[in-house]
């Protein structure tokens, strides 16, 4: 497992066997506002390196995303569709369940209660 840290958030990673399928599970942690976002989104393409473009984000303790957040969420989605990977949600809370209904993502990016229920269900 990886860690990214930044002011106020960090975000970790870790390659996993999903069904036989390399994915990235990355775990946002903390808060992406106007004192982080824009350096967040310029180290962001960490979570590619090892061009696994396969992914399940588990947001389940990220406490805040401002536009910039966003943007950059559905940036890494376009990311992945480009290289024809598949991306799922595996945990949000209260207050994202909110941004992310807002947000209208594409149908084929899922969104679970957990991480293991989208390994269950990818």
């Given amino acids: 497992m990886s860690r990214t840290d ?10 996993a066997s999903v069904k036989g399928t390399n994915v990235q599970v990355v775990s946002f942690c903390g808060k992406i506002s106007n004192n982080n976002a ?24 990220l ?16 990311t992945v569709d480009q290289h ?6 595996g945990g949000i809370n209260h207050f994202l369940e909110t ?4 947000m209208e993502l594409p149908n084929k990016v899922g969104i679970h209660n957990s991480v293991d229920e989208a390994k269950t269900l990818w």
């Fill in 38 to 61: 824009f350096e967040i989104s310029r180290k962001i393409n960490v979570i590619f390196d090892e061009n696994v473009y396969n992914v399940i984000l588990d947001l389940t303790k």
């Fill in 99 to 102: 941004v992310i209904k807002l």
């Fill in 84 to 89: 024809s990977g598949k991306i799922m949600i």
């Fill in 63 to 78: 406490e805040y995303i401002n536009s910039v957040g966003v943007a950059m969420l559905l940036t890494m989605i376009k």
């Fill in 6 to 15: 930044f002011e106020s958030f960090y975000f970790e990673k870790e390659l």
